[in-house]
């Protein structure tokens, strides 16, 4: 048995911050981080919370630490809020619905009925409707995902213009997570039709505006489609799971501080020569995996006559599209040290292939298989 459900409200298109207006009244606490109020998107939001109580945490980091979490906890103790509004990317959302699962477990009964809106101001993680919230314990320099449907916001915002101010490399590096969501969920063990449906919508319009969404931050119907984007790439993988692309970049990136979204890129070409395991053939017949990613080669009408031709287009348009945007398709070309990656391959393959989001990946590896997909990006 499989599920895949559509709880939370999702209010998109320009004009969707009205939705906020019903708020009206309440006592409120909008958690986001110190960029998003001074560049005034705080205020913007704050505009349509008429007659609320608001109280503002703004303490949120990129890939937010465990001790970050426990501030929030505090600030919305202090606040007594009756609802909780992320106002920003990936980080702050999850931090949010940390801070509210948190609270409802320690604070007061009344924390129980505490409401989560969730008004993305990147479009990448789809976090806005998953029931995951990745949290770093920088103590360990690791990143773990949270998953419980507890932490599923009940009403997500897409107001497209809050993503216009995002600088082209989030914009590059957040639609970069928002295809491998997509092209992880549709090869996993778990993928589904209801799945398929949200992860082929997603690629193809990832391939379609996120070039111009790069290239021009004001496009905002190219911002419009890459918010709808990340939200049905969201929901796919909240229902179908991820895969060992994730698994690595949770290992890579929380050990070297590297952007969610560059690490994933930097991986994907190689993850999905590695899923499509191409010379190894079955009495003729290629892997799932391999044929699935011929099937969207075909929708996104690259050449794919045979699943070799369409698994090596899909490839290079995805190498395509990284080199567009500029992001290194290596950890040198990025500048780790390669010493120390070269050190630590053994262990950080070991951490992927322990990382929750490896479960569904469509070919198992070895510890050594997931240290070459490492060398392979080392460069
Ligand atoms: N919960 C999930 O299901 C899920 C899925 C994938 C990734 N993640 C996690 O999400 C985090 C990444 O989130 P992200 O890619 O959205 O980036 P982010 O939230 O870390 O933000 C990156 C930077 O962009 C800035 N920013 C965000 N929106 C902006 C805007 N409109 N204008 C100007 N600057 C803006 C932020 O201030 C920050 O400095 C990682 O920790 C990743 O592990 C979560
Ligand atoms: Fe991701």
């Not at 949290?135 to 009403?155: E, F, H, M, W």
């Not at 010379?279 to 009408?301: C, F, N, P, T």
């Not at 990382?355 to 198992?364: G, K, V």
């Amino acid at each position: 048995m499989q599920e895949f459900s559509f709880s939370t409200r999702i209010f998109f298109g320009e004009g969707a911050l009205e939705r906020l207006r019903r708020v009206k009244g309440r006592r409120v606490l909008i958690v986001t981080d110190r960029f998003m109020v001074q560049i005034g998107t705080i205020d913007k939001v704050m505009t349509y919370l008429t007659g609320c109580e608001v109280s503002i945490f703004d303490g949120v980091i990129p890939d937010p630490p465990i001790e970050v979490v426990a501030e929030g906890v505090k600030a919305l103790a202090a606040c007594q809020a009756e609802i909780v509004i992320a106002v920003g990317g990936g980080s702050t959302i999850d931090a949010a619905k940390a801070i509210r699962a948190i609270a409802k477990q320690t604070l007061c009964a009344e924390a129980d009925h505490m409401e989560c809106f969730a008004v993305p101001t990147t479009s990448g993680t789809g976090s806005e409707v998953t029931d995951y919230a990745v949290i770093t314990d920088n103590a360990r320099g690791l990143k773990y995902p949270l998953d419980s449907q507890a932490l599923r916001p009940p009403v997500a915002i897409l107001e497209p213009s809050l993503t216009a101010s995002a600088p082209a490399s989030v914009t590059a590096d957040a639609g970069m997570d928002v295809l491998t969501h997509a092209l992880e969920a549709y090869v996993s063990t778990n993928a589904n039709d209801f799945s398929d449906a949200m992860c082929e919508k997603a690629v193809s319009l990832v391939f379609r505006f996120l070039p111009l969404a790069y290239q021009d931050g004001e496009d905002l119907l190219a911002r419009t489609e890459m918010q709808n984007a990340a939200c049905m790439a969201g929901l796919a993988f909240n229902s179908a799971g991820l895969g060992i692309n994730h698994g690595l970049a949770h290992a890579v990136g929380g050990k070297f501080h590297i952007a969610h979204g560059r690490i994933n890129a930097m991986l994907l070409p190689k993850v999905l020569a590695f899923n499509a395991n191409l010379s190894h053939v079955v009495g003729g017949e290629y892997s799932l995996a391999a044929k699935k990613y011929q099937r969207i080669a075909r929708i996104m009408d690259f050449p794919a006559a045979t699943v070799r031709l369409g698994v090596a287009n899909l490839i290079s348009e995805i190498e395509r599209l990284n080199q567009m945007m500029q992001i290194p398709p290596t950890l040198r070309a990025w500048g780790a040290d390669l010493s120390k990656v070269r050190e630590m391959r053994g262990e950080l393959a070991r951490a992927a292939l322990a990382d929750a989001t490896y479960a569904t990946n469509p070919r198992r590896a070895t510890e050594e298989e997931a240290a070459v997909l490492i060398d392979q990006i080392t460069g």
